[in-house]
C-alpha cells in the first residue's frame, strides 16, 4: 500500500476503499440533494384516486405469479387474486400478447421477459429517488448508507451514499448476495412468512461466508423473528469479518419493498448506541416509504 492511489480489498462480502495521501476516493454518482427535489404530488392522504379495474386485475395476476415464485398454475393464480377463472384466462391472454407473461411447456405461467426493461428503469430511478435520504443515513451515522431490493432469491443493492471518513465499505451497486448474511437480506426476508422463507433456505441453502453466518434454517427463523419484534437487523461480521452493519425496512403502506442500512468497520458500529440508531433509520426510511406509497401517485 504505497504512493496515493486509493487501497481496495474485496473479499467474500463488501469492498473497503481506504484513501491514502489525502486524495479522495472516488465517490459514486448522486442524486438531486434534499427529497424536495422531487416533484410532489400534492397531499395523497386527502385524494381519492379513480382505478381502471381491468388494469388492477391485470396487475393482481402479475403480483399473484410473483408472490408464488415467478411462475404458477391457473388454480394457483386463481387462489392468490380471488377471480374468476375466465377473467384470469382474458388478462393472460393480453398479458402473453404482450411479452408480460410467458406460458410453460408444463402449462404454467410464468413472468415475461418485457418486465425485465420495465424493472431496470424502475430500479434505476428508485435509486436516484432515495439518495436524498441516504444522505440523512450517512449525516446520522457517519457510515455508508445503502439501499436494497430482493429479486428473486437475492439481495440486490441499487444505491449507496458513501461516508465521508478515509476508512468506509463499499458495495458496488448491482451486487447480488444470498440474503442470510446480510441485514438488509434479514429484514427482506422478515416480511415473508416462514413458509417461505424457508422455502428460499430449500432453494438456496444457507452457505457460510464466515464463522459467524447463520447456517441452521431454525436459526435462521429465530433470527427473522427477532428482526420482526425489534425493527431492525444486524450483520455482525456474518458476510464479511470486520463489517458490521445494521439494516431498517422500506415500507411504502403496503409492503416492504427495500432495506436501507448503514456499514462499516465493527469497532465503529459497536460504538453508536443501536436502537437509537435504528429509531433515527426508521425515521428516514418512514419518509422515504411515503414517497414510493401508491398512494402518493395520484
Not at 471518513?165 to 442470510?180: D, N, S, T
Amino acid at each position: 500500500m504505497t504512493g496515493e492511489n486509493p487501497v481496495t480489498r474485496e473479499g467474500r462480502g463488501p469492498l473497503w476503499t481506504e484513501e491514502r495521501g489525502g486524495r479522495p476516493a472516488p465517490e459514486p454518482r448522486r442524486g438531486k440533494s434534499g427529497p424536495e427535489q422531487r416533484p410532489s404530488h400534492g397531499a395523497p392522504e386527502a385524494r381519492q384516486i379513480s382505478t381502471v379495474q381491468s388494469v388492477e386485475r391485470a396487475f393482481d395476476v402479475l403480483e399473484a405469479l410473483a408472490a408464488c415464485g415467478g411462475d404458477a398454475s391457473l388454480s394457483e393464480i386463481a387462489a392468490r387474486t380471488g377471480l374468476p377463472y375466465g377473467t384470469i384466462h382474458r388478462l393472460l391472454r393480453t398479458l402473453l400478447a404482450r411479452g408480460y407473461v410467458r406460458q410453460e411447456s408444463d402449462r404454467r405461467y410464468a413472468l415475461g421477459g418485457a418486465l425485465v426493461r420495465l424493472g431496470g428503469v424502475a430500479e434505476r430511478m428508485v435509486g436516484e429517488w432515495a439518495q436524498p435520504y441516504l444522505a440523512k443515513l450517512v449525516e446520522l451515522s457517519g457510515e455508508t448508507a445503502n439501499l436494497a431490493v430482493l429479486e428473486g432469491d437475492f439481495v440486490v443493492y441499487v444505491a449507496q451514499a458513501s461516508s465521508p471518513r478515509r476508512l468506509r465499505m463499499f458495495a458496488e451497486v448491482g451486487r447480488r448476495l444470498l440474503p442470510h448474511s446480510t441485514a438488509v437480506g434479514k429484514v427482506l426476508l422478515a416480511d415473508r412468512t416462514d413458509a417461505e422463507a424457508l422455502a428460499l433456505f430449500e432453494r438456496t441453502g444457507l452457505p457460510r461466508k464466515t464463522a459467524n453466518t447463520i447456517t441452521e434454517p431454525q436459526a435462521m427463523l429465530a433470527e427473522l423473528h427477532r428482526v420482526r419484534a425489534d425493527g431492525y437487523a444486524l450483520d455482525l461480521g456474518e458476510e464479511e469479518l470486520g463489517v458490521h452493519c445494521l439494516a431498517v425496512p422500506v415500507h411504502d403502506g403496503e409492503r416492504v419493498v427495500a432495506a436501507m442500512s448503514v456499514s462499516g468497520p465493527a469497532e465503529r458500529i459497536d460504538a453508536l448506541d443501536r436502537r437509537e440508531l435504528a429509531e433515527g433509520m426508521r425515521r428516514i426510511a418512514h419518509a422515504f416509504g411515503r414517497e414510493l406509497s401508491p398512494r402518493a401517485a395520484g
